[in-house]
């Protein structure tokens, strides 16, 4: 079974910068593609980024590209997520989440992929 804790969220005023950590436990979090999500009060979850096992492959949404980064280190069993210049439409609760599949060759954006969640990290841009 595998456990995910989220850690860094905060409070930051527009144009700031966060980094978001997800520490995993469990065999398969350096042989999955791990996943940030977001959901704002009111509106659906949302992808915002993936990175694929090894670290070579990476996606994000277009409303985060540019400004955010993902990034993994897979001997610390952990993922992070760089966000810079933050938003006010930032604002949301970030989930991270593992593929169930090992070894995917692609990054899936769908919520549906994902088995392992974590339970999220608030994340407040002050305009």
């Known amino acids: 079974q595998v456990r995910l804790v989220e850690s860094g969220g905060g409070l930051v005023q527009s144009g700031g910068s966060l980094r978001l950590s997800c520490a995993a436990s469990?065999?398969?979090?350096?042989?999955?593609?791990m996943a940030w999500f977001r959901q704002a009060p009111g509106k659906e979850r949302e992808f915002v980024a993936a990175?694929?096992?090894?670290?070579?492959?990476?996606h994000y949404a277009d409303s985060v590209k540019g400004r955010f980064t993902i990034s993994r280190d897979n001997a610390k069993n952990t993922g992070y997520l760089q966000m810079n210049s933050l938003k006010p439409e930032d604002t949301a609760v970030y989930y991270c989440?593992?593929?169930?599949?090992?070894?995917?060759?692609?990054?899936?954006?769908?919520?549906?992929?994902?088995?392992?969640w974590g339970q999220g990290t608030q994340v407040t841009v002050s305009s």
């Open positions: 469990g065999w398969t979090f350096s042989k999955s593609t």
């Open positions: 990175i694929n096992w090894s670290g070579t492959i990476t």
């Open positions: 989440a593992l593929d169930a599949q090992l070894f995917r060759t692609w990054v899936p954006a769908l919520s549906s992929e994902y088995r392992n």
